[in-house]
């Protein structure tokens, strides 16, 4: 059997079990085998990527004050059919109060994500495979992509809150989060909800490349404020989001 049909073959699996669960965890070895039968280089900028964490911008849109969060974002879309994903125009990010009660309901502006790591075979072919389980959750859609990097980051004096919107969707139709890596930090336990707010389950992303998937549709998703271990040294926690939702079409 090919790469590209152990690829479709994983991604079709995966899609059946985010349809019938509304989530999926996915851990490294798992994750990292599925990339590479997309791009057999896919990690030749790992360390570049990886390392473009610490090039993060203070989130200044928190309304709770916090100055916890740094982040880049881009905005990419891709046809119905195949893996071709494009840069779309920079833009705001924008959710409504509906979905984000902390920061929703306005424009909120942040600086993109660095052309090359954008392009870099890690970012790209993280994207296509979501973009991959996308396609058979709903078939001949074209897809609106949100990429964000998020840096949150936690002191002695006080908890970093991955989630400071508490539990909540994001108002797409699909959401990929894999971690980057973890440094001096406890909990951040990702814990996912039905829509009538009862308790489905929960894990930790630690290891680089474990990863969350969520049909965003249905599940609501929360992650538990991080700590440092040793508060006399630095604790964040990086992880790449990706969100996925039905591009309109144009009418004729």
């Keep these: 059997m090919s790469a ?3 690829s479709g073959t994983f991604a079709r699996a995966l899609a059946e079990q ?13 994750l990292r085998d599925a990339l590479s039968s997309l791009r057999s280089g896919w990690r030749t900028d790992w360390d570049v990527f990886a390392a473009s964490w610490g090039d993060l911008v203070t989130d200044t849109y928190m309304a709770d004050g916090g100055r916890y969060r740094r982040r880049r ?30 920061n ?9 994500i660095r052309p090359q790591v954008l392009a870099g075979p890690t970012l790209q072919t993280v994207a296509q495979f979501g973009l991959s389980v996308f396609q058979r959750l709903h078939p001949d859609q074209a897809a609106h992509i949100e990429v964000h990097q998020f840096r949150i980051e936690a002191r002695a004096d006080g908890e970093g809150k991955p989630t400071p919107e508490g539990v909540h969707r994001d108002g797409v139709d699909f959401v990929l989060v894999m971690m980057v890596r973890r440094e001096n930090v406890e909990s951040g336990t990702t814990e996912i909800f039905s829509p009538e707010g009862q308790r489905l389950d929960s894990f930790t992303l630690t290891a680089p490349c474990d990863a969350a998937l969520v049909n965003d549709q249905r599940a609501l998703h929360g992650v538990t404020p991080i700590h440092p271990l040793d508060p006399a040294k630095p604790a964040w926690r990086d992880v790449l989001v990706v969100t996925y939702r039905r591009r309109p079409t144009a009418q004729s």
């Design 4 to 6: 590209a049909s152990n």
């Design 73 to 102: 974002y881009a905005v990419l879309s891709a046809p119905a059919e195949g893996l071709r994903i494009q840069l779309e125009p920079h833009q705001p990010h924008y959710q409504s109060l509906d979905y984000n009660t902390l």
């Design 18 to 30: 985010v349809a019938a669960h509304d989530f999926c965890f996915l851990p490294s070895a798992q």
């Design 104 to 112: 929703g309901g306005i424009e909120r502006h942040f600086e993109p």
